[in-house]
T-cell receptor
Framework: GDSVTQMEGPVTLSEEAFLTINCTYTATGYPSLFWYVQYPGEGLQLLLKATKADDKGSNKGFEATYRKETTSFHLEKGSVQVSDSAVYFCALILKIIFGKGTRLHILP | DTAVSQTPKYLVTQMGNDKSIKCEQNLGHDTMYWYKQDSKKFLKIMFSYNNKELIINETVPNRFSPKSPDKAHLNLHINSLELGDSAVYFC???????????FGPGTRLTVT
């Protein structure tokens, strides 16, 4: 069936480090892909999205490219900040499936 | 100008009680959802309504019953609460089923 697999967390980085959070999916159709971010004590917020192959979503310095050939939608940021500490969810919308979330800690 | 609101934010109750969580969105969306997030942050969809009609009903105990009086509201009623129901419940909405969802702030339910 359809599924989303995210890298296990927590991920701990120093400020200004490069970030990659891996996300791969399996789907029987052509899903839309999303990254959501959840800050402590809050609901999820959409970070970025891509609706078809080769689309690149970007927001707040984060980027992810919809790669149909590798069924991936990895989240990247060139230089993380302490304020980026949160839980990040990769999601697939065909059937609604969220990954298990990756907790990110940024050390000042 | 809150987009998706939920009440209450916190709910502490005893086993066996019946409780409701309310959700309202002012975005003009036609699709609303309920999610359960466990202590490990795992997020699982429970229900989805489109134009007041149930379109997703995942494997959820029938003690949980959603009710959508209109497109802007989707309430969640839980009967005979159990310890395992303790979690954070999120409401969300979207315009159409395949578009990005906007989440409410969550309701932390604690069953003692």
């Amino acid at each position: 069936g359809d599924s989303v697999t995210q890298m296990e967390g927590p991920v701990t980085l120093s400020e200004e480090a490069f970030l990659t959070i891996n996300c791969t999916y399996t789907a029987t159709g052509y899903p839309s892909l999303f990254w959501y971010v959840q800050y402590p004590g809050e609901g999820l917020q959409l970070l970025l999205k891509a609706t078809k192959a080769d689309d690149k979503g970007s927001n707040k310095g984060f980027e992810a490219t919809y790669r149909k050939e590798t069924t991936s939608f990895h989240l990247e940021k060139g230089s993380v900040q302490v304020s980026d500490s949160a839980v990040y969810f990769c999601a697939l919308i065909l059937k609604i499936i969220f990954g298990k979330g990756t907790r990110l800690h940024i050390l000042p | 100008d809150t987009a998706v609101s939920q009440t209450p934010k916190y709910l502490v109750t005893q086993m066996g009680n019946d409780k409701s969580i309310k959700c309202e969105q002012n975005l003009g969306h036609d699709t609303m959802y309920w999610y359960k997030q466990d202590s490990k942050k795992f997020l699982k969809i429970m229900f989805s309504y489109n134009n007041k009609e149930l379109i997703i009903n995942e494997t959820v105990p029938n003690r949980f019953s959603p009710k959508s009086p209109d497109k802007a509201h989707l309430n969640l009623h839980i009967n005979s609460l159990e310890l395992g129901d303790s979690a954070v419940y999120f409401c969300a909405s979207s315009l159409g089923y395949y578009n990005e969802q906007y989440f409410g702030p969550g309701t932390r339910l604690t069953v003692t």
